[in-house]
């Protein structure tokens, strides 16, 4: 049972280029999400999904996007790099228990615009 | 003023010593998770409460609804519990709202 698995782990992008941040997940989960996490910050979401077809956005959505094809699969593309998505990004997915979420988070994309 | 607030912001402990990490919140929760990030690593889940005391090996995790306000404590502190702890509530639906993370290092 792998978890939420997230690639790459490293990645340098010049301004302007382009990517998408794989993130999978083998737990059956509904609930899928991203955030990134800069210096001295708290977390902040970028997307979720609450299942297949189903994406909204979070708090800090410009730049990004995303899809929900499958349950297992929520990548996070982003179309023109800018230094300012310098970050570490997290994927995560959740599931329902008895009046609240337990989550699984991946173990990390670091990226870095230049 | 943020919704989650730790403190401190940093810790530093020597090992065996008795830790405690507060939050407080600012709205209504269905639920508070308390989290663990190592150096250079993911996030682990440590525990997800809604009301009262869980227990996990040497750590504790206390909420208190009406006062808005939770604990992580570890007990025994030993080096390998060095990592941020991040504090995190569910207030609309299942996305979470987060703090800004207590650094803890245990020196042996």
């Known amino acids: 049972n792998a978890g939420v698995t997230q690639t790459p782990k490293f990645r340098i992008l010049k301004i302007g280029q382009s990517m998408t941040l794989q993130c999978t997940q083998d737990?059956?989960?509904?609930?899928m999400y991203w955030y990134r996490q800069d210096p001295g910050m708290g977390l902040k979401l970028i997307y979720y999904s609450v299942g297949a077809g189903i994406t909204d956005k979070g708090e800090v959505p410009n730049g990004y996007n995303v899809s929900r094809s499958t349950t297992e699969d929520f990548p996070l593309r982003l179309e023109l790099a800018a230094p300012s998505q310098t970050s570490v990004y997290f994927c995560a997915s959740s599931y329902y228990v008895t009046g609240s979420y337990g989550y699984t988070f991946g173990s990390g994309t670091r990226l870095t615009v230049v | 003023k943020n919704e989650v607030e730790q403190s401190p912001q940093n810790l530093t402990a020597q090992e065996e010593e008795f830790i405690t990490i507060n939050c407080s919140y600012s709205?209504?929760?269905?639920?508070l998770h308390w989290l663990q990030q190592h150096p250079g690593g993911g996030i682990v889940s440590l525990f997800m409460?809604?009301?009262g005391k869980k227990k996990h090996g040497r750590l504790i995790a206390t909420i208190n609804i009406q006062e808005k306000h939770s604990s992580l404590h570890i007990t025994a502190s030993h080096p390998r519990d060095s990592a941020v702890y991040i504090c995190?509530?569910?207030?609309?639906?299942?996305?979470?709202?987060f703090g800004e993370g207590t650094q803890l290092t245990v020196n042996p």
């Open positions: 409460l809604s009301s």
């Open positions: 709205v209504g929760i269905s639920a």
């Open positions: 737990m059956n989960h509904n609930y």
């Open positions: 995190a509530v569910e207030t609309s639906g299942s996305r979470l709202t």
